[in-house]
């Protein structure tokens, strides 16, 4: 019987000191966890932040959303009173145009438009029209004129004048017309998205 107990009590004792080391080794391992997932934080531009505006699914690359405390427009072009700043990967966004065929709507492009004080992607159906003849494109690829319409409204348009420098976009929408007007500023291309009613809009050529 007194054998009986010791055994008991050698099991007992056994097993504290196991529960113990398992406790010691789950708060070890807990620890080490805890250490993996600490992020560094993410240092950013805080003056040249932007959100994704729109993504698309096709080829083209997305719109972004500009803040830049720091803009400001050119001297003789009058600010708008109401506007947003859009940015877009414009060597991506060249290439795309690029590849879009004339006269046949079979790709799609997205447009920033700054309508109601808000800003979105409008989709539009797209091909490029013939402003040259053949020898006269093949000596300047980089001037492309396009023209868009709305699928669900075809009385909604677009259109993209590009002159190897900039590229140019203006939208009817519902009677009304807005911009997305490139200006570079800092070295980077920024798009200045309104409308044409703006109250402090000045009439400028498209061309």
């Known amino acids: 019987m007194k054998k009986f107990y010791t055994l008991i009590c050698i ?3 056994v097993s504290y000191f196991t529960a113990d080391a398992q406790k010691k080794k789950t708060k070890r391992v807990k620890k080490a966890t805890k250490k993996t997932i600490v992020a560094t934080p993410i240092k950013t ?6 959100l994704l505006l729109c ?8 719109w972004y959303l ?3 405390k720091d803009f400001r427009f050119p001297v003789d072009m009058q600010q708008p009173a109401e506007y947003r700043l859009a940015t877009i990967n414009d060597t991506m966004f060249t290439n795309y145009l ?3 065929p004339y006269e046949v709507y079979n790709k799609k492009v997205n447009l920033p ?11 539009f159906a797209i091909q490029r029209v013939v402003t040259m003849d053949s020898a006269l494109q093949a000596k300047y690829p980089n001037l492309m004129s396009f023209k868009a319409v709305d699928e669900a409204n075809p009385l909604n348009t677009a259109r993209i004048d590009c002159d190897g420098t900039s590229t140019q976009i203006m939208m009817s929408i519902d009677g009304e017309t807005y911009y997305a ?3 570079l500023f800092n070295k980077k291309t920024y798009y200045a998205c309104y409308s044409k009613s703006d109250p402090n809009f000045t009439k400028r050529s498209f061309e």
């Open 181 to 183: 007007t490139p200006i």
């Open 45 to 50: 531009d805080t003056l040249n932040q932007s």
């Open 66 to 68: 500009a803040i830049n």
């Open 113 to 123: 438009l700054y309508a109601n004080r808000s800003i979105a992607c409008k989709e």
């Open 98 to 100: 690029k590849s879009i």
């Open 11 to 13: 099991a007992l004792f």
């Open 55 to 62: 993504y698309t699914r096709y080829d083209m690359p997305s």
